[in-house]
């Protein structure tokens, strides 16, 4: 409680800088989910005021009320907490799941299922550990903190966006590699070169992050017909408990975009929502998957 009583007074001189920002909001435009009524939703309910509200379900922990603050006060956190009230929260212990493998040690953190000839191809210069974040992703969602023991390993590749900041604190960020990196590393270039794809660049990075790999993706991708930087509705549990309004900001997002475009995201989880709603779409890995195969 004492997180979200702190984030929730941080306020107070404000005009709500924001809302402006807020995906949900700016497209829904229904009031509780601005950012800092979410926060005061939550701190209402944990105090007892109020009885639950499925509004605490309208995040989807994307980080732009964060990141556009000017004392990055994080709302979606506050929200985030204030969900598990009722189910309580206990912190979750991550397990990974080792597939061999030789030399430094590897976790590849994504919510699709490892392919396994990608996973071969990758056990030769590395001892490959996956983790399933679909395993944890609705614990985290609903309130949870996530505990991963990073130490054992010497990089860390991220296909899945949506349970990050629970995972990577900032100490660790010399050992992530994202996995449109990887593909740069291992001397992917221009890989769709002359074809219409958008890409998207997911939310939950910082401004500097995206930048950084939106001229990564460029140079392993070519140029897209549109780049995306902004969320789509496919995380923090948004999906599962509001998919009318997820749904709904995935077709603003990609408004123009033709469904036969190939999306190409740099988030498992923004695969699995894009496909879902009628999209083509790929991660980074699967172009690697794909020449395994
Ligand atoms: S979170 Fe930041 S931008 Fe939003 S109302 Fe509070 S102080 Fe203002
Ligand atoms: S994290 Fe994103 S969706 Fe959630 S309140 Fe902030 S801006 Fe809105």
Redesign the pocket.
């Given at each position: 409680m004492h997180d979200v009583v702190k984030t929730f007074t941080r306020c107070a001189l404000c005009p709500g800088v924001?809302v402006t920002?807020?995906?949900?909001?700016m497209n829904t435009h229904i009031r509780a989910?601005?950012?800092n009524n979410?926060a005061r939703l939550g701190l209402k309910y944990l105090k007892g005021y109020e009885s639950y509200d499925p509004a605490l379900w309208?995040?989807?922990?994307?980080?732009?009320?964060?990141y556009?603050c000017p004392i990055s006060n994080p709302?979606?956190n506050a929200?985030r907490i204030s969900r598990g009230k009722k189910s309580r929260v206990e912190a979750v212990k991550v397990e990974t799941k080792n597939l061999g493998g030789r030399g430094s040690s590897l976790l590849v953190v994504s919510s699709i299922i490892p392919d396994q000839a990608l996973v071969e191809y990758l056990k030769q210069f590395y001892s490959i550990h996956w983790l399933d974040t679909g395993s944890i992703y609705m614990a985290y969602w609903s309130g949870s903190e996530v505990q991963l023991n990073l130490d054992a390993f010497d990089y860390i590749i991220i296909d899945d966006l949506d349970v990050t900041p629970a995972l990577i604190p900032g100490k660790l960020k010399g050992k992530v590699i994202y996995s449109i990196q990887l593909l740069e590393m291992m001397g992917y270039r221009s890989i769709l070169e002359n074809k219409a794809f958008v890409l998207h660049v997911p939310?939950k990075i910082s401004v500097d992050g995206k930048e950084l790999l939106i001229n990564v993706s460029y140079k392993v991708l070519g140029k897209p017909i549109r780049t995306i930087s902004k969320?789509i509705g496919g995380g923090?549990g948004?999906p599962e408990k509001h998919p009318v309004i997820a749904s709904e900001l995935v077709h603003s997002a990609m408004k123009g975009s033709r469904k036969d475009y190939l999306v190409v995201t740099l988030c498992s989880r923004a695969k699995t929502h894009l496909l879902s709603s009628g999209y083509q779409a790929k991660t980074p890995l699967d172009f690697i998957a794909g020449d395994m195969n």
């Open positions: 924001c920002y807020c995906p949900i909001y989910s601005a950012p979410l309208l995040c989807t922990g994307c980080r732009e009320c964060e556009n709302l979606w929200a939310c969320c923090g948004l």
